[in-house]
Every structure is written in C-alpha cells, then in structure tokens.
C-alpha cells in the first residue's frame, strides 16, 4: 500500500476503512543472515538500507519493548549538519542529504522541516569559533552563513540581545538544518524495511549471546534462540548492558538529558535556536509547543528521568535568552538515556568477536544520525569493510590515540 | 539528590563536582611491563552498570574532599557514602 494525497482523499471520505497495518508481526524464523538488536531508529534505518541498498533481506529486528519506544521517542528533534571535524561533518552531512530525500525515498511523511538552526555568538572569541566552524562546513559540502547582531535581530527580534552577561554578537546560520517527527522515522524506516522482508519481532528481549571458538553464532531471548550470520547490536542507551553479556567492556557511560515541552502557543519561532554560553536550545513544534533542552544531568544514570537542579538550569538559561518564556507554562519533561562516549563521538565498527557488529556512543548526536548511521552499518554489515564517511568511528581510537572530541573539551563524557 | 557526607551530614548534590567510576582510585602502575594497555582500560573501559555503582565525588563547594558515593543508576537512591581516603587506605594506599 502506498500512501499519496490521493489516498488520504479517499480514506477521509469512505470512513477511514481502508488502512492496513505498516508491518507484519512476524514470528521469528530459526535463523537469519543478519538479526539487527535494537528496533529503534538506528536499528530501522539499518535494516531498511540491508534490503535497499544490498538486497539483504533475510534480516531481523529484535526490541525488546515496542518499536520507536526508546532514544528515538525521547530527543528534541533536530536535524542539522553543522560539525568541525574531518571525522564527523562528511558523516552528518550525509545523514542531512538523507533526511532531505527521506520522505520520497521510503514514501512515508516524517514531516522533515528545513527551517533553519542559528547557533548564537555572544563574544569575539565564540565568532572567530564560528567562522572556523563555517569554514570547515562549506569545505565538506554543507552550508552556513556568519550574522552580525543586526541579523540576528532580524530573524528573531524578541531575543535578550541586552544581556549583561551574554549580550547577542551575532550567529552562525545553518539554513538546511531543522526538525523532523521522530516517531514517523521510526514507522516510515519499519514500513520501508517490512516491505522488502525484514521481519520486526517486538517484545522479544536479547538475554544472551552464543559464542563458540570467538565466532557469534546467535542470540538467545526471550522467544527462544535465533541464529545468525551476523549480529549487529544498535542499542544506544543500553549498549553497555547489551554488549557485557558478550563479555565486552566499553568506553561508553551512561547519563541522563532531559528535554521539556511547554504548552502549546501560536507562533513564535519558526526555526531552531541555541544558546551555547548558557546551554540551551529551543524550537518550536507543528502543534505549538516549545521544545527545548540543555545540558546533561552529569552523573551516570538509566532512570529515564532526570533531578530538579538541572531543570532550574534550563529554565534559567531560557529566561536569560528570551525572557517572554516567564508565563509559559512547562507541561512535560522526559529524559532519554545517552550513551556517552570517552570523547564524545559514536562507534560503527566490528567487534573482536566474529560475526558480532557494534554501532553505539552517539552522546547527543543520535537522532540527526539516523540516516547515515543505518546506511553505513548496513554497508559495514553487507561489506565487511567501513563506510568511508564513518571510517573514523573505530573501537579501538583510543588505543591508537585517535579520538574525535569535537568540543575540544578532554576525554570524559561529562566534560562534554 | 541529598549525599551524606561522612564529616558534615545531609548535603545538597549541587554542592558537588562528579567524576566518574570509583574504578578511578585504583591508577595502574606506570612502570609495569603492559602499562599502556592497562592505562587504556583505566582511563576508558567502564563496567557502567544499570544498579548500584560507586562513583567519585568530589565537595567542591564544601570541604573540597572527595567521595565514594555508592548509588543505583536506576533510581538514583544513594546507599553508603565513604571518604575516598578512607577507600584507598583500606586498599593499602600509603596517603
């Protein structure tokens, strides 16, 4: 069944009888080429790009819960390909190419939105940062603009540019990124990858591995065993309990971001903002609601909530950045559980153990990722050899003292 | 979050910085024959798990002493608090 306009049309006037499911719920066969833990973005995306791009579809997704039911259904949305490393930005500038063909690719309507993300700049030294970062987008492809005040104030009038502390020098204009419904990326890659022969099997939790002479030969659940060629783990948020039952220790720590919605208001902000000598960032969503977030809560936690000290934190640096916030009322807050990495950027690579694959520590950056970390998997799982845009997302970088710290701020997750 | 601290009492978490795996108290040592494998696991591997962990804290906005803080990550209830001092000596470190 294909969506269009045209069937819209005719569901809305034969009372809405036609819609079948997006996907089977299949049980699960003895044995697959590739069985994929994890049934959240990644683990879709993946699945989709084995089938599209490498004609592998004898694959299964494992989730323990629902699909879409963790990181993927707890972020702010953002998309945006505005990184300064070598081993990044060609990555996320992918992952941005992706999202912006994704909806007529996959015929699915994730309501990605192109509206700009505008990184303020609040002294001559976050500008010379700026330019720097700019620079280096423009040179992989992507796209951005240095404003002075002026034309911030333009674009966003009611900002506190008279701040004593943090007045507004300026910002670094990102026109292509944007947002994107999270939970339809979810169902439009599951519908994609369901087409061509994925099997989805929910509820079914992975308690262990079977590993024989250092070669994976399967998952045990909670269904029974399914055997595998290749298993690829993209658990983000749950890695390191995934991979412990494989006996493998890794450089990841969990820590809770909480993120906040406020009632709905008419519109205020068409685009994305971000605040970073304060930490915070704001968008606005198609039904009004302003969704913002900060820093993490800084301490190792898989609560999927976060503490009141951090909330104050934001709304104080919300109020600091626009103080018509005061009378908005806050009517939900959630935490997502991140998979901090040593220096900030995430893993795509093998294991040591054969036929065990590993896709994890995406910190912040998990959601914007989606697309080019499920094509570059499945590339990895296809072909044995990286994707050269994720070429640097190795395991072992920090034995080779190659780590990727694009905040430049040390080897800690909360430093960064 | 309130932490207990063995010397002042019930004390705010916000008074506090936190560090990480109380792993960190046992540094390798630098002289051994597979230092720089052992520093690699140190200063990047983590056990992270989802229960009880004992983690460093350091009182920066108190005494400025550091903490053994053992917690479940789960839901976040602090079970002992020791002096890091008091862990390391017990471990046979000299100061």
């Known amino acids: 069944m294909r969506y269009s306009g045209l069937k819209v049309i005719k569901e809305a006037l034969t009372g809405h009888k036609g819609w079948r499911p997006a996907w089977r719920d299949p049980e699960p066969k003895k044995s697959y080429d590739v069985v994929i833990i994890g049934g959240g973005g990644h683990g879709l995306a993946t699945a989709y790009y084995l089938a599209k791009n490498h004609g ?96 911030v104030r333009a674009m966003y009038p009611f900002l506190n540019f008279n701040d004593a502390r943090f007045p507004i020098k300026g910002g670094l204009l990102h026109r292509r990124g944007g947002t994107v419904r999270h939970d339809a990326v979810a169902w439009g890659y599951a519908r994609g990858a369901d087409l061509r022969g994925v099997d989805i099997i929910q509820n079914c939790e992975v308690t262990g591995f079977r590993i024989e002479n250092g070669k994976c030969l399967g998952v045990e659940t ?33 820590h809770v971001l909480q993120a906040f919605v406020s009632e709905g208001l008419k519109p205020v902000l068409d685009g994305v903002v971000t605040f970073g000598a304060g930490h915070f960032y704001v968008s606005q969503s198609d039904k009004g ?40 009322r806050m009517l939900r807050s959630w935490g997502g559980i991140m998979d901090m990495s040593m220096d900030g950027s995430p893993f795509i690579d093998k294991t040591h153990i054969d036929g065990l694959y590993f896709n994890g520590g995406w910190c912040y950056g998990g959601f914007k990722a989606t697309p080019a970390s499920g094509w570059c998997y499945a590339h990895l799982l296809a072909t044995d050899t990286p994707h050269k845009v994720a070429a640097a997302y190795r395991l072992d970088r920090f034995r080779r003292g190659c780590m990727i710290d694009e905040k430049g701020q040390g080897a800690q997750p909360n430093l960064h | 979050m309130i932490i207990n601290h ?52 350091f009182h920066e906005q108190g005494d400025r002493s550091w903490l053994v803080v053992t917690r479940n990550t789960v839901t976040h209830e602090i079970l002992t608090v020791e002096l890091a001092r008091d862990v390391a000596r017990a471990r046979g470190r000299s100061k």
Request: proline share 4%; charged share 25%.
């Open chain 1, 222 to 254: 909670s269904k029974g065993f399914i055997g595998a060629n290749k298993v690829a783990s993209c658990v983000a948020g749950s890695s390191s309990r995934v991979m412990e039952k494989a006996g493998m220790r890794l450089p990841i720590e969990s």
């Open chain 1, 56 to 151: 592998v579809t004898n694959v299964a997704v494992i989730e323990k819960g629902w699909i879409g039911g963790g990181n993927v259904g707890r972020n702010t949305t953002i998309i945006r390909s505005n990184y300064l490393l070598d081993g990044n930005e060609p990555f996320y500038e992918l992952s941005l190419k992706l999202w912006e063909g994704l909806e007529q690719d996959f015929n699915y309507n994730a309501m990605v939105s192109q509206r700009g993300i505008l990184n303020l700049v609040h002294t001559d030294a976050q500008r010379d940062a700026a330019r720097r970062r700019g620079n280096a987008m423009i040179l992989n492809g992507s796209d951005a603009e240095l404003l002075d005040a002026e034309g």
């Open chain 2, 6 to 57: 063995p010397i002042l009492g019930p004390r705010d978490a916000q008074e506090f910085t936190y560090l990480g795996d109380a792993s960190l108290i046992d540094r390798p040592d630098w002289q051994a024959e597979d230092a720089a494998d052992q520093f690699h696991d140190y200063l990047y591997l983590r056990d992270n798990p989802a229960g009880e962990h004992r983690e460093l804290w």
């Open chain 1, 289 to 328: 609601g302003l969704v913002f977030g900060g820093d993490l809560d800084m301490y190792n936690s898989y609560a999927q909530r976060g503490n009141l000290p951090v909330v104050e934190d934001v709304m104080e640096g919300g109020m600091a950045l626009m103080p018509m916030l005061g009378r908005v």
